[in-house]
T-cell receptor
Framework: DVKVTQSSRYLVKRTGEKVFLECVQD?????MFWYRQDPGLGLRLIYF???????EKGDIPEGYSVSREKKERFSLILESASTNQTSMYLC????????????FGPGTRLLVL | AQSVTQPDIHITVSEGASLELRCNYS??????LFWYVQSPGQGLQLLLK??????LVQGIKGFEAEFKRSQSSFNLRKPSVHWSDAAEYFC????????????FGTGTQLKVEL
């Protein structure tokens, strides 16, 4: 069974803190993705990685950075958390090439106070 | 740029009734289209996908979707809804430029009345 896991289901942080969200996949997938999900806005792509140490900005990268040191792990970093980054964060992975299915983790609900 | 529109934010149906969730896309070439479902507190699960060929696509959990190029639509259907189908449903189109990136619609929240 394919599996994408995220380090936390719920997280509460203070404004200005540095926040790390971790995602691990066990499918040997090349592609990994970080999305943000907000009511009425659907899923929006923050960052995408197509290989170790390779990354590409998505639609809303401002305020975020990512790290991919190993193939199975993709981290999302909020350098200085702000209240407008309170959201649900979803990680996904897929094989390379078009038409590959993206597999999603359960999500991390982040509250920034 | 590609875009996906799901015009219905909320839909309520009675258990056992039929269901149709609407999805319209904007894309120049033949699109790669997906429907995902998100149960409460869960990540997204793929229901079905369309790439080419037969325009009626069968998916899991008894769902199907029909691709209509003339209407730029990819509507999701189920003949008889079960209470466990209550969830949020997302339509998505694969983005040009490679990388298997998806553009998602804003989602439709389905409520099932018993």
């Amino acid at each position: 069974d394919v599996k994408v896991t995220q380090s936390s289901r719920y997280l509460v942080k203070r404004t200005g803190e540095k926040v790390f969200l971790e995602c691990v996949q066990d499918m040997d997938h090349e592609n990994m993705f970080w999305y943000r999900q907000d009511p009425g806005l659907g899923l929006r792509l923050i960052y995408f990685s197509y290989d170790v140490k390779m990354k590409e900005k998505g639609d809303i990268p401002e305020g975020y950075s990512v790290s991919r040191e190993k193939k199975e792990r993709f981290s999302l970093i909020l350098e200085s958390a702000s209240t407008n980054q309170t959201s649900m964060y979803l990680c996904a992975s897929s094989g390379q090439g078009p038409r590959e299915t993206q597999y999603f983790g359960p999500g991390t609900r982040l509250l920034v106070l | 740029a590609q875009s996906v529109t799901q015009p219905d934010i909320h839909i309520t149906v009675s258990e056992g009734a039929s269901l149709e969730l609407r999805c319209n896309y904007s894309y120049g070439a033949t699109p790669y289209l997906f429907w995902y479902v998100q149960s409460p507190g869960q990540g997204l699960q793929l229901l079905l996908k369309y790439f080419s060929g037969d325009t009626l696509v069968q998916g899991i959990k008894g769902f199907e979707a029909e691709f209509k190029r003339s209407q730029s639509s990819f509507n999701l259907r189920k003949p008889s809804v079960h209470w466990s189908d209550a969830a949020e449903y997302f339509c998505a189109v694969e983005t040009t430029g490679g990388g298997n990136k998806l553009t998602f619609g804003t989602g439709t929240q389905l409520k099932v009345e018993l």
